[in-house]
């Protein structure tokens, strides 16, 4: 009896343990509430929600072998995922995407159904009128920027886009902004598929014969520009032994044939067309073959080359990792590409759940990734015609690259580009900046609680310690010496500001 | 590609082997470069106090410092702690190869008009050049025939090097970097201003097209990229007094430590903006001495004009000419539309210079990645070899370098052949414009002869 009720007593006891909130820093940016159970706490209530604290990325590691990312896929690693094989996240998208685990997240993206959605309010230009891509100066580019803030099919977008870096085609000379349009939707159909038919496509693509001078190439007459750059920058690569100078000169003979007609009212090229007799039917020998090739057997000819399957893995993965792929990882990234008969999306999928992506080091986000990815973060939507010469400044106007070999990507950022992302985000927080002087800002406002409101602005980007301090010393700082009564609403509502501005030019939001 | 052999590549294509160029130079500053030996000439321009620099000025700028937001301190910091350069070198890009045979048409060739029956010049076209009467100066280049007439260029019309590329790109890059290899990763002129330059001044390496030119390429010291002459502001919803201290902390964030490659490519790219801000936020709005024509090209040269004037910390500049020279086809029309602007631009600006009284200080050299093929295609010219490059100034020599080596014997491509090498201009410009030892900047340059550029 005695042991029973000391029994009974013990149960008691623990019974008596009280649940309570507590929060959470989890270190990915988001501080949750989480309940425990111990000691009656000494206030009930849960305190207000402390500002998370900074986050510490793990150093990054060296090329990894081949092989799928084991670890932690949580937040943060989708986050890294979305910015890399999109345009960023939405506040609440990372959450749902680790939700899913590493490969069905990967899948999310690279196995998309059906047609795209594009949810939220429909592009406008700064009159509030619908924007005119085909036609007025620029909007071709509102167009895809759009595009990229509002897809669904972020993958499909972002794949577009490393294919208009690829295959570089510009307006410079094209002047057709509806026939560029047209080339970048060929891309969104073709991005996960094979590569020779994509390549086959692009050939013959109106875009492409204006710009490379297709429809100049023909019998007795050839024109070596696209014989060239499909060699040198679309499937082979300069200076690796892949081809002579007499490869360049027998690949524009078998080329021959594409022809348009200069239109004087549509004052351009129009009924882009194969025409037989403009075809260069003599023999022809390129990379050591001779036949009497023609457009479709030099595309075959360059994919079946020893050395492309190497050019084209190095190049994709170039755009979603920043360092060289170990032997091994190359060697098997070959190997996919070449046993599923060229086709895209199994090499991609291996590139996106490679340890590389997660464990090495950060990527500069291109310049258009980092304007739409403010965009997405703050829950804004095209309506503002100044995303065109902002774009040009930032270095990246879409449907111009410079040239033919696409975007520099290794100089994304110099002093001229670093202004233009300083003034697109001054321009993405037009409506999220407050009004000093008219609003009537928090005139007691502590600066964490202001700190976690620009934080909040951008739905929670981790941070890495140095500017989270940073950040902090100057919330902490920003009011010195304004003690006038006057000062207090407005001075608050400018170091908020500063607070959203140097958020979104920090290297936390320009690097993924 | 043909005939020659690359020192690449792993199989690794030039786009990755940039990508790495960028992502590690930073990282790796300073590595594998000369240091300066003793007995090496002094740096230009060390010695210009500040206050020779307020008196340089010209009212333009004394005007800006009145109508200044920025503290007297930072000026100082930022432009006069620099000192002004006494020689600047101004480096025009032909961009996609220009015709070097239309430039300066070797009509009195024989095989000319036979290679070229619908392109070629007749041999009553513009101006004739006196230094050699097989050419003849294109009439849409009047503006380089007139300063030529004047000694003031100094004319290469066959520059090239051995194993033409004809690769836009790879050509390119050997040019931009001074060597015929793929994997360098500092411009030539970077590495002039690596050895002499200033560690806080962006604008001793000055690009003028809104992105940094690969010529100007540094390990470890500043260069800037602007995108306009009139100004350099970056307004936000932020006013005094907070906005200081937001650029003070924007500042400190560039100054930060880095952990990768990108992150340092964010960090100096903050720190130069912040640098350039306090640099040129003061210089807005300049008038020219001489009218030029309309366009960016000639805006950008007169703003640069302005900005020497103005006693701006300017050494090495870098932009493109007007307009794009990869004529494929329709030649015959962009030619010499593009060979106009950018001709009578230049004329502008050495007169401008002239009026200003900077002549002397400032030496412009011309240059395109490769000329084009002798044999027109149907309405144009494909990728050739050899082509031309010009030295133009008060102080150029005003002599041929190299002959034209005419049209009867070409390379085993079809095309041009060079009677100088671009390494040989490129010595002679650091020994005797910039006054360097050019060994350390220019692989083989002992290999290289050089040749006399200026008037004594």
Not at chain 2, 357 to 377: A, H, T
Not at chain 2, 419 to 448: H, K, M, N
Request: charged content about 25%; hydrophobic content about 35%.
């Amino acid at each position: 009896m005695a042991v029973a009720e000391a029994a009974n007593k013990k149960k008691r006891k623990k019974s008596k343990r009280y649940k309570h909130a507590v929060w959470v820093d989890r270190g990915d940016g988001i501080v949750t509430k989480k309940f425990k159970l111990g000691k009656k706490p000494d206030k009930t209530s849960l305190g207000p929600r402390p500002l998370p604290g900074p986050y510490k990325p793990p150093a990054p590691k060296p090329a990894q072998p081949m092989g799928v990312y084991g670890g932690t896929f949580g937040r943060v690693q989708a986050m890294r995922l979305l910015n890399r094989a999109g345009f960023g996240p939405r506040p609440g998208d990372a959450e749902k995407l680790a939700a899913l685990g590493l490969r069905e997240a990967v899948r999310s993206l690279t196995r998309p159904s059906g047609a795209a959605t594009l949810s939220g309010p429909a592009p406008t230009d700064s009159d509030g009128e619908p924007i005119a891509p085909s036609d007025a100066y620029g909007h071709d580019h509102l167009w895809w920027l759009d595009r990229m803030v509002r897809s669904n099919q972020q993958l499909v977008e972002r794949m577009a886009l490393v294919f208009h870096d690829w295959f570089a085609t510009s307006n410079d000379s094209v002047d057709h902004q509806q026939r560029l349009i047209d080339q970048s939707d060929l891309f969104r159909a073709g991005c996960f598929g094979s590569f020779r038919t994509l390549l086959e496509n692009v050939t013959k693509d109106p875009a492409m014969l204006q710009w490379l001078n297709g429809i100049e190439n023909r019998k007795g007459r050839p024109n070596e520009n696209y014989g060239r750059e499909m060699l040198e920058l679309f499937t082979l690569g300069a200076d690796r032994g892949a081809y002579t100078e007499q490869d360049v000169r027998e690949a524009a003979r078998s080329l021959t044939g594409w022809r348009a007609d200069y239109d004087d009212d549509a004052g351009g090229y129009v009924d882009f067309r194969y025409d037989a007799n403009r075809h260069d039917n003599g023999s022809k020998s390129v990379f050591g073959h001779t036949g009497n090739w023609g457009w479709q057997d030099i595309c075959r000819l360059a994919v079946e080359h020893p050395l492309h399957a190497s050019f084209f893995v190095d190049k994709l993965w170039s755009y979603f990792v920043p360092q060289a792929p170990s032997t091994s990882t190359r060697n098997s990234l070959i190997a996919t590409y070449r046993s599923n008969d060229f086709a895209i999306r199994p090499v991609l999928e291996a590139i996106l759940m490679h340890p590389d992506l997660y464990l090495g080091p950060p990527i500069v986000k291109p310049p258009v990734v980092h304007n739409a990815g403010l965009l997405r973060a703050l829950g804004r939507h095209i309506d503002d015609d100044s995303w065109i010469w902002l774009s040009e400044q930032a270095g990246q106007l879409l449907f111009w690259p410079p040239n033919v070999s696409g975007w520099d990507d290794t100089r994304w950022l110099d002093t001229s580009r670093m202004r233009a992302r300083w003034l697109v985000t001054t321009y993405a927080l037009e409506g999220r900046a407050f009004d000093a002087w008219e609003g009537e800002y928090e005139e007691t406002e502590e600066p964490e609680p202001a700190m976690d409101l620009a934080l909040s602005a951008y739905g929670y980007p981790p941070l890495r310690s140095e500017q989270y301090n940073e950040l902090l010393r100057l919330a902490r700082t920003a009011l010195d010496g304004s003690s006038a009564d006057w000062q207090q609403g407005p001075y608050r509502a400018l170091r908020q500001n500063a607070l959203l501005q140097l958020l979104g030019v920090s290297p936390d939001l320009m690097l993924a | 590609m043909s005939g020659h052999d690359h020192s690449c590549c792993n199989n690794y294509t030039r786009s990755q082997l940039l990508r790495g160029a960028a992502t590690s130079a930073a990282a790796e500053a300073g590595r594998g470069l000369p240091a300066i030996e003793t007995g090496m000439p002094t740096p230009a321009g060390t010695g210009l106090s500040r206050r020779s620099f307020i008196s340089r000025a010209s009212g333009l700028v004394l005007a800006v410092y009145g109508a200044s937001r920025l503290p007297l301190g930072v000026l100082e910091e930022g432009i006069a702690q620099a000192a002004t350069p006494e020689r600047v070198i101004v480096s025009i890009f032909f961009d996609g190869g220009v015709d070097s045979l239309s430039l300066l048409a070797p009509t009195g060739d024989p095989r000319y008009a036979q290679l070229r029956p619908n392109l070629a010049l007749s041999p009553t076209d513009g101006t004739a050049f006196s230094e050699d009467d097989r050419l003849r100066w294109h009439p849409s280049a009047q503006g380089l025939a007139t300063l030529h007439g004047e000694g003031k260029v100094s004319v290469l019309p066959a520059i090239g090097y051995d194993g033409a590329n004809q690769s836009h790109f790879t050509s390119r890059h050997y040019w931009e970097i001074g060597e015929v290899q793929v994997g360098a990763r500092t411009g030539w002129l970077g590495r002039y201003l690596d050895q002499v330059g200033d560690d806080e001044n962006p604008l001793q390496g000055l690009s003028m097209d809104g992105s940094l030119f690969p010529s100007l390429a540094t390990a470890s010291k500043p260069v800037a990229a602007i995108d306009s002459v009139d100004g350099y502001d970056m307004w936000s919803h932020v006013d005094d007094p907070i906005e200081g201290r937001m650029f003070e902390s924007f500042k400190r964030i560039g100054s930060a430590a880095s952990d990768s490659p990108g992150m340092t490519q964010v960090r100096r790219a903050t720190k130069q903006t912040n640098a350039l801000r306090e640099q040129l936020g003061a210089f807005d709005g300049f008038t020219s001495p001489v009218a030029y024509p309309n366009g960016s090209f000639p805006h950008r040269l007169a703003g640069l004009a302005a900005m020497l004037d103005a006693g701006l910390p300017i050494e090495c500049v870098s932009i493109n000419a007007a307009g794009a020279y990869d004529t494929h086809s329709d030649q015959a029309a962009d030619l010499p539309r593009n060979l106009e602007r950018t001709c009578d631009a230049v004329l502008a600006f050495q007169r401008d210079l002239e009026a200003r009284g900077l002549q002397d200080r400032v030496l412009i050299q011309m240059w395109s990645e490769f000329g084009r093929r002798p044999e027109e295609n149907d309405g144009g010219t494909d990728h050739g070899a050899a082509g031309c490059s010009f030295v133009v100034g008060s102080k150029a020599k005003g002599e041929m370098v190299g002959e034209f080596p005419g049209l009867a014997s070409l390379d085993e491509d079809d095309n041009l052949v060079h009677t100088t090498d671009f390494r040989s201009l490129y010595s002679s410009l650091l020994e005797q414009w910039l006054g360097v030892d050019a060994g350390p900047i220019i692989p083989g340059a002992d290999g290289f002869p050089r040749y006399a550029l200026l008037k004594p």
